[in-house]
């Protein structure tokens, strides 16, 4: 089985940083691309990060490039996802996926979550002052 179990999420004030992780349960993280989605209140779910099995390519969604930043520890059987300069707006529930493939599917500049089949349940962040 692919499980995967995200952690990290909490209650951070704007401007702030967070460090979620991904870690797989069940089987070796080594051999997948790992995307990361989230989904605010009343809104649809979206990718906004993936990374290729060996972290030698990256996909980040035009809005957080350069506020977020991908990672792996293959060792440690962990994806990461760091989140900084957050905003109201990135409140949400974070969620890791994998479709069981090495690399990230990305179509027309965009990570679909109907292509990942494997899920985390999912950590909140609140972005609030």
């Known amino acids: 089985q692919l499980q995967l179990v995200e952690s990290g999420g909490g209650l951070v004030q704007p401007g702030g940083s967070l460090r979620l992780s991904c870690a797989a349960s069940?089987?070796?993280?080594?051999?997948?691309?790992i995307g990361w989605f989230r989904q605010a209140p009343g809104k649809e779910r979206e990718g906004i990060s993936c990374?290729?099995?060996?972290?030698?390519?990256?996909y980040y969604k035009d809005s957080v490039k350069g506020r977020f930043a991908i990672s792996r520890d293959n060792a440690k059987n962990t994806v990461y996802l760091l989140i900084n300069s957050l905003v109201p707006e990135d409140t949400a529930v974070y969620y890791c996926?994998?479709?069981?493939?090495?690399?990230?599917?990305?179509?027309?500049?965009?990570?679909?979550?109907?292509?990942?089949?494997?899920w985390g349940q999912g950590t909140q962040v609140t972005v609030s002052s």
């Open positions: 996926a994998t479709s069981g493939l090495w690399y990230c599917q990305v179509y027309d500049n965009q990570l679909t979550p109907g292509l990942f089949n494997s």
């Open positions: 990374i290729s099995s060996g972290g030698g390519n990256s």
């Open positions: 069940g089987f070796t993280l080594a051999g997948y691309a």
